[in-house]
Each structure stands twice: as C-alpha cells, then as structure tokens.
C-alpha cells in the first residue's frame, strides 16, 4: 500500500510508466513505482503483465502533471 502523502499520478505499461519516471527523475521528482506483475508472482495482484503506476507526492503533483501530459502527447504524435 502506498502512503497517504502520495497520489497515483500515470498507470500504464512498462515502457511508457519508464519513460515517465525518467521524465520525472530529470526535474527531480522521486515517484514510487508499483508493478502490479510483480505481485502475480507471489500470488497475488493484477494479472496484467507489464502493467505499472507511478505514485507522487501529493506536493509535487502540480509539477509532475505537466510530464506525463507531454509524454502522452508525445506518444499521439
């Protein structure tokens, strides 16, 4: 479970939630990261293979907004 200081900010696939949190870390933003197939693992969790959030603090939401817009316009382009 994550803290209650932090928001869930972008969930998605691996290579998109990656490109995000490297995003992220460059403005230094220290997101938490949950991979849900990490769970299935030990036998419990979501069945989506690759599928990941990012959690931020909520201090620092406003600035972490505007990456995962510009990634997500990135993507579209």
């Known amino acids: 479970m994550v803290d209650d200081n932090y928001i869930k900010l972008f969930s ?22 949950k991979d849900e197939s990490q769970s299935t693992i030990i036998g419990q969790g979501a069945t989506i293979q690759g599928y990941q959030e990012l959690y931020v603090s909520k201090e620092e939401l406003d600035q972490a907004i505007p990456v995962v817009e510009s990634v997500k316009a990135e993507l579209e382009a």
């Open 12 to 33: 998605g696939n691996f290579i998109v939630v990656q490109l995000v949190l490297d995003r992220l870390e460059n403005i230094g933003i220290n997101a938490i990261l």
